[in-house]
């Protein structure tokens, strides 16, 4: 998808604009005083309980300031900037420069907005007559427009709605702390729109020794997508704007990159702010090795064990998957304790070693259980074995079938040089409601 379409007709919606502060000079010809202050008044809320007003449908208008409509006023920081062209007419901004908790985009027909809001701009946009909502996939703040749902900011009125916040002389300023993930842990939600460094990843081999970007027959510049991996093989998309200027050739070798998280409809996708965000001076990396790989094309290819505690219905396959097919369960209609085993894994000899699943959930119900256990299963029920939890995040989206999510890496550490098994438990405690989960790609990774 051509980013600045998207940005100018589907997303019509993000960026900012334009610092509102009065400097004030004292008749001092020695030593002018500088007074800054603020356009708008204290926050009422945080960034995160406005994203809140999103709807999962539709958008959300916030009332025009009036005697029974409050002011809607929240903090954010700049983690974007065009100054290389990427963010075309955009600015990407969190809640915290640090470990933040939401990010957000908003709109604005201006751009060269890095002049006004460079990166870690301290900014606080007073939300009245503004519509926040999602626009492909990603919460977006706007305005209302004739042609879209959410409608980017005219650049003459910004100063409605968008001012930088002063630190006593000028615009507040502070360092962006990017969160350090994995790749495995970036295609979820709550990242979009913050700052993120992935470490010791490199360019797919195909990409080595191409230029960041494509061209077209008359030699011009276009959006390009290019693709980093990890060890694990774990890919990413680096999205990069066609107005974007510097050239850079894909090098051979590996190292860290700083991106803002990003999607499209179901696509993640992460975009540089210019060629510093890319340092990768090590050598290339040498793959993990696959111990277990389980697309469920059926539950035997892998001797997985689906056995039922309680209840009649059981772990199966279904024609949905990333792709199809998907290993599925359902508990509707009974009570159930239902569980999938998958066979021995041995971890000898490893160094290091990481589990990663993708799940799909829908309607409400007992989250799925990751458990792990060094005990010898012969069959039977796997209850009686001593299981251990593992962290890894399973989709938290229950509305709808939106599309799988990974569980980050999981770190086996604990593990090595022992024989695992994995298991997936349901459990459904009623006969009125239950989830229906969708698990696929499960793998697990040893490092020599």
Not at 37 to 57: C, G, H, I, Q, W
Not at 326 to 347: H, P, T
């Amino acid at each position: 998808m051509n980013i600045k379409n998207f940005l100018k007709i589907s997303l019509g919606v993000a960026a900012l604009g334009i610092t509102q502060m009065a400097c004030i000079n004292d008749d001092k010809w020695d030593a002018p005083e500088i007074v800054c202050n603020n356009k708008f008044d204290a926050p009422t809320m945080t960034m995160a309980e406005f994203v809140a007003l999103s709807p999962a449908t539709g958008v959300y208008s916030v009332p025009a300031q009036d005697a029974t409509h409050p002011a809607v006023i929240f903090d954010g920081y700049v983690v974007s900037s065009d100054a290389n062209g990427n963010f075309y007419k955009t600015i990407a901004f969190q809640d915290k420069p640090e470990n933040p908790t939401v990010g957000l985009v908003v709109g604005i027909n201006k751009s060269l907005n890095y002049a006004d809001f460079p990166v870690g701009s301290h900014i606080r946009i007073k939300a009245n007559g503004m519509v926040i909502g999602k626009s492909a996939g990603v919460i977006t703040l706007g305005v209302t427009d004739p042609d879209f749902a959410i409608g980017r900011i005219p650049e003459s009125i910004i100063n409605r709605y968008i001012a930088g916040v002063c630190n006593g002389s000028g615009l507040d300023i502070v360092n962006i702390v990017p969160q350090e993930l994995g790749l495995a842990d970036i295609k979820n939600d709550k990242y979009l729109n913050t700052l993120v460094k992935v470490k010791n990843v490199q360019f797919v081999d195909a990409e080595v020794g191409l230029n960041l970007m494509n061209v077209d027959a008359s030699g011009t510049a276009i959006d390009t997508d290019r693709h980093i991996v990890d060890v694990y093989g774990t890919q990413a998309t680096i999205r990069t704007d066609g107005f974007f200027k510097p050239t850079y050739a894909i090098p051979n070798t590996s190292g860290d990159i700083t991106f803002v998280a990003s999607k499209y409809n179901s696509s993640f996708q992460n975009v540089i702010r210019g060629i510093s965000d890319i340092n990768f001076k090590n050598p290339r990396l040498t793959p993990a090795t696959l111990v277990l790989n389980e697309p469920f094309a059926n539950l035997t290819a892998n001797a997985w064990t689906a056995y039922s505690v309680t209840g009649t219905q059981v772990w199966g396959t279904t024609n949905f998957g990333n792709p199809a097919p998907a290993a599925y369960m359902s508990g509707l209609g009974g009570v159930n304790e239902d569980w999938l085993v998958s066979k021995s894994i041995s971890l000898t000899g490893a160094t290091a070693a990481k589990l990663y699943f993708e799940s799909d959930v829908r309607f409400p119900g007992n989250p799925l259980q990751v458990l792990i256990t060094t005990d010898t299963y012969s069959g039977g029920n796997p209850s009686t074995l001593n299981w251990v939890p593992l962290n890894a995040y399973v989709d938290t989206d229950i509305a709808t079938f939106g599309g799988f999510v990974g569980s980050g890496l999981v770190d086996l550490t604990p593990y090595l040089n022992q024989n695992i098994r994995i298991a997936f438990k349901y459990t459904n405690p009623s006969t009125t409601v239950a989830s229906a989960v969708e698990i696929d790609n499960v793998k697990v990774f040893k490092t020599p």
